[in-house]
T-cell receptor, first 112, second 117 residues
Framework: QKEVEQDPGPLSVPEGAIVSLNCTYS??????FMWYRQYSRKGPELLMYTYSSGNKEDGRFTAQVDKSSKYISLFIRDSQPSDSATYLC????????????FGKGTTLSVSS | GAVVSQHPSWVICKSGTSVKIECRSLDFQATTMFWYRQFPKQSLMLMATSNEGSKATYEQGVEKDKFLINHASLTLSTLTVTSAHPEDSSFYIC?????????????FGPGTRLTVT
């Protein structure tokens, strides 16, 4: 079993839809949970992070962590064509200076 | 702030030659730098972790004699792919951490696409 599982999609939605992206993980020691957005042939950019369990909201984006189920989610409200990208979840056991374990990434396409 | 650059962005080399990729933190000092490799439609796979002035720590299965990493200063790390082969063709991404704060304090470069012919 891989440490982090993420459905690669692709996921296609119409503009304005609510998008739900998910990852599951097996290592209960993970404490930091991140979501990155990656455009084709570019480096990942951090969208949101959460420490331990709970929800976090930033504009149209909401991140949720359920450590009891080892399940994390990213919700995108009012999706826009500019949201079309690959979304990667990433996790870490410790604080700064430790490597991240990435999911495979979900490719999202939002059509206008 | 927190900008990381990589050079070159794209390189083509012949099989058997060596290629050097630079990773620079432009506006902060990076205590730790990471090198990842990403194949098409795959996730980022950690290759090695390097701390300034120390030898890099390589992940299992990554040949340290083939992928030479030098973290000579707090703003520069280099990855040299020696005796490159077509199977080394991939997207190489570095990231840098200031060593403080949370695990999310890791900033990624734009990546380098290596094609070995």
């Amino acid at each position: 079993q891989k440490e982090v599982e993420q459905d690669p999609g692709p996921l296609s939605v119409p503009e304005g839809a609510i998008v739900s992206l998910n990852c599951t993980y097996s290592n209960s020691a993970f404490q930091y949970f991140m979501w990155y957005r990656q455009y084709s042939r570019k480096g990942p950019e951090l969208l949101m992070y959460t420490y331990s369990s709970g929800n976090k909201e930033d504009g149209r984006f909401t991140a949720q962590v359920d450590k009891s189920s080892k399940y994390i989610s990213l919700f995108i409200r009012d999706s826009q064509p500019s949201d079309s990208a690959t979304y990667l979840c990433a996790m870490s056991r410790n604080q700064a200076g430790t490597a991240l374990i990435f999911g495979k990434g979900t490719t999202l396409s939002v059509s206008s | 702030g927190a900008v990381v650059s990589q050079h070159p962005s794209w390189v083509i080399c012949k099989s058997g030659t060596s290629v050097k990729i630079e990773c620079r933190s432009l506006d902060f000092q990076a205590t730790t730098m990471f090198w990842y490799r990403q194949f098409p439609k795959q996730s980022l796979m950690l290759m090695a972790t390097s701390n300034e002035g120390s030898k890099a720590t390589y992940e299992q299965g990554v040949e340290k004699d083939k992928f030479l990493i030098n973290h000579a200063s707090l703003t520069l790390s280099t990855l040299t792919v020696t005796s490159a082969h077509p199977e080394d063709s991939s997207f190489y991404i570095c990231s840098a951490s200031p060593g403080q704060g949370g695990a999310y304090e890791q900033y990624f470069g734009p990546g380098t696409r290596l094609t070995v012919t």
